[in-house]
């Protein structure tokens, strides 16, 4: 019988407003918003009326504050990888978009092409970002083989385990959005990968643990 391991990528909810749009990265421990806490109420609902067997996190605030409600309703206790953390921006850190543009002439847009070509000064490059997420979701799978396993953590760290995942360059996860407080769900095989749904956000169009929509 093929062993198939359920992941459910959580990016955490809506940080603090001054934080909107700046670059934050693994240096900068902010919290959520009141409207992240509102969002993380909604995602909590909707994965309890299926809720993983194993909670596995970032140790960074804004996920640790995410989790909680999740965590509560499920009975569970998250089981913390420091090196799920989001990605070092290096000098970029605590500049919003259109600093980014006026000092390094650089779109923020364009933040995985440049990280994967080493054009953002003293940020971590994706060589050694991807070793640690990647030996962190080799973990994940040999721990939970044939699991329902929530993962809950960062943009940048989803977009790269879709990029190990789908064994598809990093730069080319900028096709893939992933919304605060957003789920996507793989179903992983031994020789198969699949993505059965992808940036779903139960705040704004799911339904909660009651049937009333959210």
Known sequence: MEIVTRLILVRHGEVE??????????QIDMELSP??????????DYLSLTPPE?????PMRRVQQTLAPLAAKAGLVP???????????????????????????????????LLET???????????????????LQQIL?????????????????????????E????????????YASLTRVNHRP???EIELHNYTPWRDGVSANGRSI
């Not at 194993?54 to 970032?58: A, N």
């Not at 990605?87 to 006026?102: A, C, H, M």
């Not at 598809?168 to 919304?179: I, K, T």
């Open 17 to 26: 407003e001054r934080y909107h749009r700046i670059f934050g990265g693994s």
């Open 35 to 44: 409207r992240g806490h509102e969002q993380v109420k909604a995602l909590a």
């Open 54 to 58: 194993i909670i596995y996190s970032s």
């Open 79 to 113: 089981v913390i990888i420091p090196s799920i953390r989001e990605v070092d921006f290096g000098t970029w850190t605590g500049l919003n978009w259109d600093q980014v543009q006026e000092r390094y002439n650089k779109s923020a847009f364009d933040w995985l092409e």
């Open 118 to 136: 080493g054009g953002i000064a003293e940020a971590e490059s994706t060589l050694v970002f991807r070793e640690r997420v990647e030996q962190s």
């Open 142 to 166: 040999r721990e939970s083989s044939g699991k329902t396993v929530a993962v809950i953590c960062h943009g940048g760290v989803i977009r790269m385990m879709l990029s190990i995942l789908l």
């Open 168 to 179: 598809l360059p990093f730069r080319r996860m900028n096709l893939f959005e992933v919304e």
């Open 191 to 193: 020789l198969k990968t």
